[in-house]
């Protein structure tokens, strides 16, 4: 189910190209690990995913549209279903989301949530939000806590307005970040993963997903933020008290857990973007269009495929 931009296309290519000029004359975008040192280049390429050996088994009984599990350090692709199928994903966007927001740098700026998220929101088809107040100020950082958790549409469209700045240049930054990472079959046309301009107007495959998740473990304020099952920020000079309950069925439930990122859209179905780590190896994994009413159903899922992850290797 391949698809591709058409008579839009050119334009949104133009866009895509300067900014991804812009970000080249900036010179190579650092990426920083857990201490906040910068990590070697070369340790950051994207993955040279390996194609699973014909002969190899994978996990069984799966009702899924595609899928893939790889080693997390190396990026080689451990077992896989339609490895280079592009479908939608749904919120697993915000993952690209906090990834050029981290990458732009300045977390600690006070950013005041506008009152155009309300007219935003009202448009949409019941999203997830993080129940942010219009004029409430909070910092870039407490902001991804808020897009990465209740994977709050509110917090993407707060985000994206003040590092574009403006929706249209944020989104020509995450295309441009996209392709600089080798995400070839990769296309966003939004900041939240929501069904809009179309449901399948925004699309990756289980390979672009398992590069773009490795690039995003890579930081370290990410990591923390996903890995939590909530996070609770008490009333404040400038904002309300809020509590987040992160969305990922794994946190806090499958021994090793760390991440990272759910996404439903009634053309993506139920999807998870996920990593544990037991035993000295880190797994990370995607599974796209699992059936359900709920996103939790991508819990038991994600477990068949990382217990066989780590019953194999």
Not at 1 to 23: E, G, N, Q, Y
Not at 34 to 40: E, I, L, M, Y
Not at 143 to 170: M, N, R
Not at 222 to 247: C, E, K, M
Request: hydrophobic fraction near 40%.
């Amino acid at each position: 189910m391949v698809r591709r931009p058409s008579l839009k296309h050119a334009a949104r290519t133009f866009l895509v190209a300067t900014a991804a000029l812009a970000i080249a004359g900036a010179g190579a975008l650092p990426v920083y690990a857990a201490t906040g040192a910068p990590v070697a280049a070369e340790s950051v390429a994207t993955a040279r995913v390996a194609a699973t050996p014909k002969s190899a088994s994978g996990p069984t009984g799966l009702r899924i549209k595609a899928g893939a599990l790889a080693n997390a350090a190396t990026g080689q692709i451990l077992w896989s279903q339609d490895l280079s199928t592009e479908r939608p994903i749904g919120s697993i966007v915000k993952v690209m989301t906090a990834l050029v927001v981290l990458r732009a740098g300045n977390l600690d700026q006070t950013i005041t949530v506008p009152k155009s998220v309300l007219a935003y929101l009202k448009k949409q088809d019941q999203p997830s939000t993080a129940g942010l107040i219009p004029g409430d100020k909070l910092t870039a950082r407490e902001l991804l806590e808020a897009l990465l958790l209740p994977s709050g549409c509110d917090a993407a469209y707060t985000l994206a307005e003040a590092y574009g700045p403006g929706l249209d240049a944020f989104i020509a930054k995450m295309n441009a970040q996209a392709q600089q990472m080798g995400l070839t079959s990769t296309y966003f046309s939004n900041f939240d993963g929501l069904p809009w301009p179309s449901e399948h107007s925004t699309w990756s495959t289980p390979a672009n997903l398992i590069t773009l998740g490795r690039h995003a473990m890579r930081y370290g304020v990410f990591r923390s933020i996903v890995s939590q099952t909530s996070y609770s920020l008490p009333a404040g000079d400038g904002h309300h008290a809020y509590r987040w309950q992160n969305t990922n069925p794994l946190i806090g439930k499958y021994a090793g857990a760390i991440g990272i990122k759910t996404g439903d859209t009634k053309a993506a179905g139920n999807c998870l973007l996920f990593e544990a780590t037991r035993g000295g190896l880190t797994l990370i994994g995607v599974t796209l269009g699992t059936p359900g009413n709920d996103i939790s159903d991508t819990g038991p899922v994600a477990t068949k495929v990382l217990n066989w992850g780590f019953g194999h290797y």
